[in-house]
RNA sequence: GCGCCUGUAGCUCAGGGGAUAGAGCGUCGGACUCCGGAUCCGAAGGUCAGAGGUUCGAAUCCUCUUAGGCGCACCA
């Protein structure tokens, strides 16, 4: 659709430019409200209405003579105050589209792309927030690479900061485990250390003098070659794993995990540090409350400053971030060593490290464009790095830091009771609750995931009593899948989403079973007509090669029909809208209405049994176009299509 | 206090200048000897928070009011 409105539009402008003042960009197409009245519509004769002063209606009737014999268009017509609707030529169209199916009319743009999603603190569980952010940056990473894009996708480990520093702190000081203790503790070590974090932060609550001590522990961290370090870097080795095994489960991956710990090691900040000084990008405070403070000023709003270096001479984490944004573009002129930390069915997972030695022979960043994925509480930390890139001189790379924000989930009163989660009479009267993985408040991941897993499994087992065990159990895993992309991503990413279990476990109506189960029924059809001998979808290629023919369609066919291929073959387009608004809401309303338009589709007419030979053909392209579409639609979210469910 | 975001059907949300404001859930009624009923068809349900304005045209853009959320750390 995306090649043939822009071709269409060049046939319009062609024939009007000299006619009448239009410009090609304010071309532009608007889809009917119902075919009845055309396919696509042009709105300028209300634009030229204003210019020429006259009837927006008459200027129409004069526009559509210059609109005969334009290929692909059957006719044009005046509708309304003064649209003018072109209709399609449906089989020409339809065989079009069938024929350039496996065609991508989408073009790269950047050099390459660096995606930053999942960051999560390397000191608990995963939690529900985290699985949100996964799906969008997945999703767009597979969107990217469809587009024809180099993308490389970057999972951010902050292992040196206090998150770290105080389940390392809950282990010394109130479990007084050494690193052989906690080396010792099997079972599932992310929920291990959940409730550790949470039993941390408490005591710190009710002990304020061991401020002292959790400070010196994160001190001896940064530093690094000494026990408490050690036993940092083996909490967040393993919860890191654990991170990448729930991850995994959705079916989302990563290229390099860089860690704080050789950001700092490596002395990424010392070199940001004095690019920053010397562009003037910071400014040292001599008196007021930040006396003693590096700090950056903002065109927009003077008075305010951003500590970049504590007094004590300390970078934030803004600062390490400014340093990591510039690496990521290929600007610090200072790089990691890399190593490989997992290996899953010949992917490669690349950790940074900071051992001279290793392996130098392989690159990552240098990226053109940037994205990271964060959320929107985030938003002003986010503003501050790509400023402080634009400060440095670096317009271009400050215009491509894209911080792809979206609200946060949150949780229901009704799912904190079912979890037994105790909260606060404050808490009580807010609507929904942040999640806190400082209190222990949220949802794990993994407990999500097994608890979606296990109702699939329960649907299968009463629909498909007969399958293989193990076959049930990887039926139920797509499922659980599908459902929980589905349900991150049908959210505008704008909109708050309050977690409730009944929504998240349904598998009817919007949800993602639905769209799988209507792929498994196209499939069907396919191998019922094999099974039968009638055709096998080898043979495809003769049907679209061959000439088609819809006059045999009833009406109410050739409408149903039409609406069907019609809406199909919008798929790219919103794939790029997608990508453009990084709205991937778009991406799966247009899945599921799709799926919803093929269900009915499915219901009015039948194939296996359909006698008149042309009507079956119509229809078995039909589907054939509509289920390939799905299918592409699916893989962009990253979901599973099991041949039976 | 300042900044950003949000208010659309009973509930959860789409629609972000263009034709009759949509979907899911819930409610009520229905679906053939039928390719899978995780489905389909139908009904009820709306002052698009309120008031002004811009426009040929506003749920959509602007201003104000109002209700709510989130930011504004020498935390990350």
Redesign the pocket.
Known sequence: MLKFKKELKNQIFQRLKDKFPIELDSLKF?Y???HK??DL?V?IC??L??KLKRN?REIAEEVINYLKDIPFIERVEI???G?I?FFIQKDRFFLNQLRNLQEISLEPEQRKIVVEHTNI?PNKAAHIGHLRNACLGDTLVRCLRYKGEKVEVQNYI?DT???VGDVVFGFLELEKKSLEDIKKIDGKFDYYCWDLYTKVTKYFEENPEAQEKRAYILKRIEEGKNPEAEIAEHISNRIVKAHLNTMRRIGVTYDLLPR?SDILRLKFWEKAFNFLKEKKAIQFVTEG?????WVMRFED?PE?EK?IV???G?V???GKDIAYQLWKFGLLGRDFYYKIFEKNNGQLIWMTTSKNGENKNIEFGKASKVYNVID??????QKIVAQSLKLLGYEEEAKNSIHFSY?MVALSKKCLEEFGLKISPEEKK??FL?ISGRKGLGIKADDLLDKLEEK?LN??EK??PQLDPDLKTS?AQK?MTGALRYFML???R?????FDFD?AL??????G??LQ?SL??AN??FR?LEEKGIFSEKEINNLIESELSLDELSEQELADFWSLVFYASTFEEEVLNSINSL?F??LA?FA?NL??KF??Y????????EENKNLKKIRILTVYYVKEILRKALNLMGIPQPE??
């Open positions: 608007n009917t409200p119902n009245l055309g519509a709105t209300f634009e209405a204003q927006p509708a309304g105050g649209y609707n603190n902050d900061g206090v998150q704080e409350v930040n006396k003693g403070c709003e305010k500590i504590r007094s004590n300390t934030t984490y803004v929107v509480r985030q938003s002003y930390l609200e807010k609507s942040e699939a649907e299968v629909r498909n039926i499922i049908k959210y505008a704008n909109s708050i989403i309050v929504e349904n598998f009817e109506g919007e949800t079973p639905y189960y498994v029924r069907s059809i019922k709205e809401s778009h309303k599921f799926s919803q269900n009915s499915y219901h009015s007419y039948q194939i296996l049994k039976i469910m």
